[in-house]
């Protein structure tokens, strides 16, 4: 399967700055990639799905000018959380979608990154 | 809207145990069924799919069979392991141009030696 990675793993940040997340895709590119965000010891829940060269497209409820996603690469996306408040500490995921071939309907995911907002 | 409903856990076995974790899902469409499995400190990683009816998808001893008239997909494993150990979620996929993944909320399971 695909490679994907994520950076940092953990990062914890005060109250009211602004956090950048990577997702990357190691072995293939990627023209669709999705940023998913976790609580404990809940399900997944998807934020955006963002695509290569154009606007993400957020999902309800997801405020789109403080979750930044820029994919400007097909290796590369990025998530910035903008004045993080501790109610954004939680687990973000990427997924990438292989672009053609039969398996375009699986997603590869990216081991998670955990934000603390102290 | 796509959902998907699975067993709450948490689920403790001993090795060698059977197991069994039910998944239901509501679609508009015809979607793709999906397991994911996320072991400890690691990504979630695709068990097991099936695109259609009545496919069964099996993987690692795994299966889970696509039951169109009952709207499910049973997760299940005749003989499992203490590495079985891991957060088990059912997903779908909607089908439509960006395959968008509903989870349900997932269920541990833990296997004691």
């Known amino acids: 399967g695909a490679v994907v990675s994520q950076h940092p793993s953990w990062v914890i940040c005060k109250s009211g700055t602004s956090v950048k997340i990577e997702c990357r895709s190691l072995d293939f590119q990627a023209t669709t990639m999705f940023w998913y965000r976790q609580f404990p010891k809940q399900s997944l829940m998807l934020m955006a799905t963002s695509n290569e060269g154009s606007k993400a497209t957020y999902e309800q409820g997801v405020e789109k000018d403080k979750f930044l996603i820029n994919h400007a690469s097909l290796t590369l996306s990025t998530l910035t959380v903008t004045s993080a408040h501790p109610e954004d500490s939680s687990f973000y995921i990427c997924?990438?979608?292989?672009?053609?071939?039969?398996?375009?309907?699986?997603?590869?995911f990216g081991p998670g990154t955990r934000l603390t907002v102290l | 809207g796509d959902s998907v409903t699975q067993m709450e856990g948490p689920v403790t076995l001993s090795e060698e145990a059977f197991l069994t974790i039910n998944c239901t899902y509501t679609?508009?469409?015809?979607?793709?069924l999906f397991w994911y499995v996320q072991y400890p400190g690691e990504g979630l990683q695709l068990l097991l799919k099936a695109t259609k009816a009545d496919d069964k998808g099996s993987n690692k001893g795994f299966e889970a069979t696509y039951r169109k008239e009952t709207t499910s997909f049973h997760l299940e494993k005749g003989s499992v392991q203490v590495s079985d150990s891991a957060v088990y979620f059912c997903a779908l996929s909607d089908g439509g141009n960006d395959y968008k993944l509903s989870f349900g909320a997932g269920t541990t399971v833990t296997v004691r030696a």
């Open positions: 679609a508009t469409g015809y979607p793709s």
């Open positions: 997924s990438v979608e292989l672009a053609g071939g039969p398996s375009t309907d699986t997603q590869y």
